[in-house]
């Protein structure tokens, strides 16, 4: 039977490594960020993440927390949206008005 070298082994083993952490590690993308493609390049407003917040609230609650949410962390949000069970009959006319 043939045997192979332990030294070529452990080279094989480093090198699939190394190839596996550059490619899964966020070095490469950062750099490829940089880059222009020709005559493109990458808006930076892509490269930042937009987050969407469902705040969701149960109609007795809905006005109270939604001045809380908007006085507190909502702005944070890109966009966001609040879901309530709509209950005309329960809900007054101030939290219709402002849904």
């Known amino acids: 039977t043939r ?10 083993l480093i090198l699939i ?26 808006h930076p407003e892509l490269l930042s993440p937009r987050i969407l917040c469902l705040i969701v609230t149960a109609p007795k609650y809905f006005l109270d927390r939604v001045k809380a949410v908007n006085a507190t962390w909502g702005p944070r949000c890109n966009r966001y949206f609040f879901i309530t069970e709509y209950i005309p009959q329960n809900m007054t006319l101030q939290q219709i008005n402002f849904a």
């Open 3 to 12: 045997s192979v070298p332990t030294p070529l082994v452990i080279t094989c």
């Open 17 to 42: 490594t190394i190839f596996y952490v550059v490619i899964h590690s966020n070095v490469s993308y950062v750099e490829f960020q940089n880059i222009k493609l020709g005559n493109v390049t990458i």
